[in-house]
């Protein structure tokens, strides 16, 4: 199992002289109906910057937006991030993904027990109404990979929680903010599951609604699932080994090796 940030999305307020370094440093390439300033970037590594917001009422809490994959982070992103002290980004959205060696035919996810909507395309499940402080989205990575990169891929099954916080400091994070987490179960392989293999598998592959399922079914999958797994917070607390910090501003720092090659530019 892995354990990435996928995606961030931070803001800030910047000082007039901050905002005209990085418009000389990376020139506008495109108009966007919300930002006087835009600049996208979409290969080698994503990532997106917008400055000066439309609306005024928004400059009551940033100024500049900045988009990017920590996971594979482009110099151009850092350098923007290393301009000011972490503790000056806010996030307004953080995936975190959990990758897990194993067929997603032969995983399961379950829910917490509480009335979560969840919606299905093709294959993969989304747990969570589209404008909630977080949703949840269960897919076959290994597939992803190959039909939108080319890329040959191990069996890989990915567990997504994507985050829309209040805007909070980077470096402020702790324990309650992953809360959203508590509740979700992980089973890598249903194969463990004697008597429910074929139910879960069914779930998982569309051919039953685990909404649907009566009373029953789910008490016995429930108390199965919760004997041999992990609750998906702790799983995440011990993987990261408590270091909340660590864990947010990880990969985001610029190393010499780096810091020669942006010079270079």
């Known amino acids: 199992m892995n354990i990435i940030k996928d995606k961030l999305r931070i803001v800030a307020s910047l000082t007039p002289e901050e905002i005209e370094h990085i418009k000389k440093r990376f020139p506008c390439k495109r108009p966007n109906p919300y930002f006087k300033y835009c600049y996208f970037q979409r290969k080698p590594h994503f990532f997106a910057v917008w400055l000066l917001p439309m609306k005024g009422y928004v400059y009551r809490y940033f100024n500049a937006m900045l988009s990017f994959n920590p996971a594979n982070p482009p110099l151009e992103a ?48 989304y747990y969570g109404a589209v404008r909630s402080a977080c949703t949840v989205c269960q897919y076959n990575k290994q597939k992803q990979l190959k039909e939108v990169h080319g890329i040959e891929s191990v069996p890989l099954t990915r567990i997504e929680f994507r985050f829309k916080p209040k805007l909070k400091p980077i470096t402020q994070y702790e324990k309650k903010d992953f809360v959203k987490m508590e509740g979700y179960r992980f089973v ?47 799983l995440f607390l011990e993987y990261i080994e408590g270091d909340i910090e660590g864990f947010m501003l990880d990969g985001l720092s610029i190393n010499p090796t780096k810091n020669e090659q942006l010079h270079a530019v």
């Open 78 to 125: 850092l350098e923007i991030f290393n301009m000011i002290e972490p503790e000056r980004w806010k996030v307004s959205r953080l995936d975190i993904a959990f990758d897990f060696l194993t067929p997603y035919e032969d995983s399961f996810l379950l829910p917490p027990p509480t009335n979560i909507k969840i919606n299905r395309f093709n294959t993969t499940l």
């Open 188 to 234: 890598s392989n249903t194969k463990e599951l004697t008597g429910l293999r074929c139910l879960l598998k069914s779930i998982t592959n569309g051919k039953r609604d685990w909404k649907t399922l009566g009373r029953k079914d789910k008490q016995e999958i429930s108390a199965a699932v919760k004997e041999r797994t992990v609750d998906m917070l702790d």
